[in-house]
């Protein structure tokens, strides 16, 4: 049976909550929390690099600063964990607003460059105040609870976490869908006809990356909370490095690839380190450079295209991909959801 458009998108979404929900039932608890939070994680860069055009590699600024403000919220102040959490996004939020005021002034190369300075201001930062975030050995004995109940097991963190995360991804996919992601997309695509036809440029990317250091803080929060510490590479290069991988494997301009991207890369990292394999940079970067190159659009969007090139041809089956109606085709930068 020709599932039409309106009919598949309910069952992706019924499909993607039965997959999550049976996530810790099928791998071990802490893993299954690692993916949800790098799938938040990287919904949030693409939003910045998929949507609007914008490659940051400074993200685990706002990841990892969300992490330390979370847990110590959390353990001096003894707030409840998604008051914890929330108050580590919108710490990100802030610190992103200058970040993002000096950084989206600049476009390509420049643009990553100038927001990969800041973030390792931030871990020098974090390293330093020694008084506050534990230096080298971290934010440590970080709790968890809520209304007095102890969520100190793994399995039982989850899916009190998974609400907060769902909720950032819902938020995530409605900005791409709204009237505000149309015009990302059109700076995306042209900006110098997005500023003719009056749209302030600069305004909508730096409210973009405000939106994303958001939902990157959501997810660097839950993280931290839910492993009961924040450690120094929170805040280093190489998470920024991680979750741009991520997009790339899954998708960009997808939106739900980087969270097939996150899967991916935790559940190899998980088997690698549990089967006492070394080289896990070696074999994480060949298999990266394969997918790649077999996949151009990455996994999830060469899914798509292959779907909506099928729904294109003569007497093909309507489209259940879920692309709205004008969309435009894949692109170098991204496409819409």
């Given at each position: 049976?020709?599932?039409?458009?309106?009919?598949?998108?309910?069952?992706?979404?019924?499909?993607?909550?039965?997959?999550?929900?049976?996530?810790?039932?099928?791998?071990?608890?802490?893993?299954?929390?690692?993916?949800?939070?790098?799938?938040?994680?990287?919904?949030?860069?693409?939003?910045?690099?998929?949507?609007?055009?914008?490659?940051?590699?400074?993200?685990?600024?706002?990841?990892?600063?969300?992490?330390?403000?979370?847990?110590?919220?959390a353990?001096?102040?003894?707030?409840?964990?998604?008051?914890?959490?929330l108050?580590?996004?919108?710490?990100?939020?802030?610190?992103?607003?200058?970040?993002?005021?000096?950084?989206?002034?600049?476009?390509?190369?420049?643009?990553?460059?100038?927001?990969?300075?800041?973030?390792?201001?931030?871990?020098?930062?974090?390293?330093?105040?020694?008084?506050?975030?534990?230096?080298?050995?971290?934010?440590q004995?970080?709790?968890?609870?809520?209304?007095?109940?102890?969520?100190?097991?793994?399995?039982?963190?989850y899916?009190?976490?998974?609400?907060?995360?769902?909720?950032?991804?819902?938020?995530?996919w409605?900005?791409?869908?709204?009237?505000?992601?149309?015009?990302?997309?059109?700076?995306?695509?042209?900006?110098?006809?997005?500023?003719?036809?009056?749209?302030p440029?600069?305004?909508?990317?730096?409210?973009?990356?405000?939106?994303?250091?958001?939902?990157?803080?959501?997810?660097?929060?839950?993280?931290?909370l839910?492993?009961?510490?924040?450690?120094?590479?929170?805040?280093?290069?190489?998470?920024?490095?991680?979750?741009?991988?991520?997009?790339?494997?899954?998708?960009?301009?997808?939106?739900?690839?980087?969270?097939?991207?996150?899967?991916?890369?935790?559940?190899?990292?998980?088997?690698?380190?549990?089967?006492?394999?070394?080289g896990?940079?070696?074999?994480?970067?060949?298999?990266?450079?394969?997918?790649?190159?077999?996949?151009?659009?990455?996994?999830?969007?060469?899914?798509?295209?292959?779907?909506?090139?099928?729904?294109?041809?003569?007497?093909?089956?309507?489209?259940?991909?879920?692309?709205?109606?004008?969309?435009?085709?894949?692109?170098?930068?991204?496409?819409?959801?």
């Amino acid at each position: 049976m020709i599932l039409s458009r309106l009919a598949a998108r309910p069952l992706l979404l019924a499909a993607g909550l039965v997959a999550v929900l049976a996530l810790p039932w099928m791998i071990y608890p802490p893993v299954a929390l690692d993916i949800i939070c790098w799938a938040l994680f990287a919904a949030a860069l693409d939003l910045l690099l998929g949507f609007t055009g914008l490659l940051s590699f400074g993200h685990a600024a706002f990841w990892g600063s969300s992490a330390y403000v979370a847990g110590l919220l959390a353990l001096r102040a003894g707030l409840p964990f998604p008051l914890a959490v929330l108050g580590g996004a919108l710490f990100a939020a802030v610190l992103a607003v200058p970040v993002g005021y000096l950084s989206v002034r600049l476009r390509g190369i420049y643009f990553a460059m100038v927001t990969l300075a800041f973030a390792q201001m931030i871990y020098f930062v974090v390293n330093q105040w020694r008084d506050l975030t534990g230096g080298e050995n971290g934010l440590q004995g970080v709790p968890r609870e809520l209304a007095g109940l102890d969520l100190s097991d793994s399995f039982v963190f989850y899916h009190a976490a998974l609400p907060l995360v769902l909720l950032g991804l819902l938020a995530a996919w409605r900005i791409v869908r709204s009237p505000f992601g149309r015009v990302l997309m059109s700076v995306r695509d042209n900006p110098a006809r997005a500023q003719a036809l009056g749209y302030p440029v600069q305004r909508y990317k730096l409210l973009a990356f405000v939106l994303s250091a958001l939902l990157s803080g959501l997810a660097g929060g839950v993280f931290a909370l839910g492993h009961g510490f924040a450690s120094l590479e929170s805040v280093y290069w190489t998470t920024s490095g991680q979750v741009v991988m991520m997009v790339v494997l899954g998708g960009i301009g997808t939106l739900w690839g980087g969270a097939l991207g996150a899967a991916l890369v935790v559940l190899l990292n998980d088997y690698l380190v549990t089967s006492g394999f070394e080289g896990i940079g070696i074999v994480t970067g060949t298999i990266f450079v394969i997918i790649v190159l077999v996949f151009r659009r990455g996994i999830w969007g060469t899914a798509r295209h292959l779907v909506q090139d099928r729904a294109r041809r003569p007497g093909g089956p309507p489209s259940a991909a879920g692309e709205p109606d004008g969309a435009p085709a894949p692109t170098g930068v991204g496409s819409p959801v």
